[in-house]
């Protein structure tokens, strides 16, 4: 049993900032040198911190569950958070964090591209500090825990949602008691390894603490997080967890089943949110924030009643064949400015292989009525998913061509361990095959039936055709949002256009048509300030 003293817990998550500098790097002019790659980690490390964030949003996952321990063990422990993509911080950096912390547990969290961070991390945290207890948890841990585990640093992990599970496991250590009877975990014992009985999903989210906002710096987060350019003071929020879908490259770490925090328990959150610190834009993280049709149209209620001056947006996503228009409008009204949509494949084909089953007529309609009514609109796209062909990928850039909305994501696909699609292809190596090297270039493990060399080209189209059109460098122009305003309406148009440029690899003089480079040049260097929209 552990003395009653004060106990120190640090929360960590793992990303890797190195990788989004050998992207950077390989957008603008292909040159992954080791010694270039070098050069720049120095200059951002110099540039950036804390104090001057690269990128990052508030970790939610690991703020809530600093708030459990607060709620269980009121303050028997000193909790610190660190971000080590907010704070520019490789793995041998948190070295001298270590020290000065001295913490009795750490707990680390991370997604599935960033495992080989992970486990450097695992080395410096028992290099620095042998004798603390090292826990994890997070996508990483939940969807790979016998490959996790094989790391002999790792003394326990804690699979899928911890708010239950991490204070039980706690209160186990520190009483001495048996890991057995804890359910949702893994660890070692004896030489081998033990997985406990499972642990049901959270069931009462309302139950939940919001995340521990105190632990960060709010207003430096919503300039290194931005959906809109200029941002606001924002908070990412999520209402609710799972969802009832079946596409098969999704992990299922929050259930099938949708879990619905009630509209008064997310409001009263926002509304404390937007009167102690000021927040005036929110980002809802849901799977499926639409599904529950009945509730959003009362959170919406809620958000009008209250006069609060606010907007909001759905950065992950709303699911768009569902989606009615008297929705549309009340979320309009309530201050909805942004969303994405998951078009995923314009083919039937690979539509039904992922099981996404995408309503285009549907989706069509609501898009083009989203972008009418003033509403930022995003598509998220894919390409490379098992038999792929040249025409298949063309009828997604057409889809999209045809649209009006602003805006577009290319991923290649990233077939995760734990997903249908990882089994159905055998497997993928991600530390090697996803991330920068791969992400826009698309050089190794092609699992579609096209060359590399035609989908490296194919980026560069679908980036050209899409924004580099008369429609929509005129739609960006004329664009007006309720809620936006025109100059800053102006300033986010640039910016998207000054980094669409910059990752498919567009200059200026690949645009033929004098007119549409005018126009370019107008989206790029926008006049004085007009008034605001209304």
């Known amino acids: 049993m552990l003395e009653s003293r004060k106990m120190r817990f640090l929360f960590i998550y793992v990303d890797d900032i190195r990788d989004a500098v050998r992207c950077q790097l390989e957008k603008v002019d292909g040159d992954l040198a080791a010694e270039k790659v070098d050069a720049l980690m120095k200059r951002i490390k110099l540039l950036h911190g804390p104090e001057n964030p690269i990128g990052g949003n508030p970790r939610l996952g690991i703020l809530t569950l600093a708030s459990v321990l607060r709620q269980k063990f009121g303050d028997r422990f000193e909790i610190g958070y660190c971000d080590m993509a907010f704070e520019c911080l490789e793995a041998e950096d948190l070295r001298k964090k270590l020290r000065r912390f001295q913490p009795d547990f750490v707990g680390l969290s991370t997604m599935l591209p960033f495992a080989h961070v992970f486990h450097e991390v695992t080395r410096v945290v028992k290099e620095e500090l042998p004798a603390c207890t090292l826990l994890a948890g997070g996508p990483y ?53 033990v997985f406990t009985e499972p642990r049901p999903m959270v069931a009462d989210l309302d139950r939940v603490p919001w995340p521990a906002v105190d632990l960060i710096d709010l207003e430096n987060y919503s300039r290194a997080y931005r959906i809109v350019s200029p941002p606001l003071k924002s908070m990412p929020i999520f209402s609710s967890r799972g969802c009832s879908y079946e596409c098969t490259y999704c992990h299922n770490l929050s259930g099938k089943t949708v879990r619905w925090r009630s509209a008064e328990n997310v409001f009263e959150e926002m509304s404390y949110y937007y009167r102690e610190h000021g927040v005036r834009e929110f980002f809802f993280w849901d799977d499926i924030f639409n599904l529950n049709i009945k509730r959003s149209h009362r959170l919406c209620d809620l958000i009008r009643k209250s006069g609060m001056k606010i907007r909001f947006s759905f950065p992950r996503g709303l699911r768009g064949d569902i989606l009615t228009f008297d929705l549309i409008d009340k979320m309009i009204a309530a201050g909805f400015c942004q969303s994405s949509f998951a078009v995923e494949s314009a083919s039937p084909r690979i539509q039904k292989m992922i099981k996404k089953y995408n309503k285009f007529d549907k989706l069509t309609e609501v898009i083009e009525y989203c972008a009418a009514r003033g509403v930022l609109v995003t598509t998220f796209n894919m390409v490379d998913f098992p038999g792929e062909t040249e025409e298949e990928m063309m009828q997604t850039l057409e889809y999209n061509e045809g649209l009006s909305h602003h805006d577009v994501t290319l991923f290649k696909l990233s077939p995760f361990e734990g997903t249908q699609i990882y089994d159905q292809i055998g497997g993928y190596d991600h530390h090697e095959n996803l991330g920068a090297a791969t ?30 059109s008369k429609r929509r460098l005129e739609n960006a122009l004329s664009f007006a949002s309720p809620h936006i305003s025109s100059q800053d309406l102006r300033e986010h148009f640039k910016t998207l256009y000054r980094v669409a440029m910059t990752h498919y690899g567009v200059q200026e003089g690949d645009i033929q048509d004098p007119e549409v480079r005018g126009l370019l040049r107008k989206v790029l260097n926008p006049a004085e300030p007009a008034r605001a929209a209304g």
């Open 439 to 468: 992400f826009y270039k698309y050089k190794k493990s092609l699992i579609s039936r096209v060359s590399p060399e035609f989908l490296e080209g194919f980026v560069k189209q679908f980036g050209m055709r899409f924004y580099f």
């Open 141 to 193: 841990i939940s969807s790979a825990a016998r490959r996790a585990m094989e790391d002999p640093r790792l003394d326990v992990a804690v699979l899928l949602e911890a708010e239950e599970t991490l204070p039980e496991l706690l209160t186990a250590m520190l009483e001495g008691a048996s890991l057995r009877e804890v359910r949702g975990i893994a660890f070692r014992e004896g030489g081998e390894l």
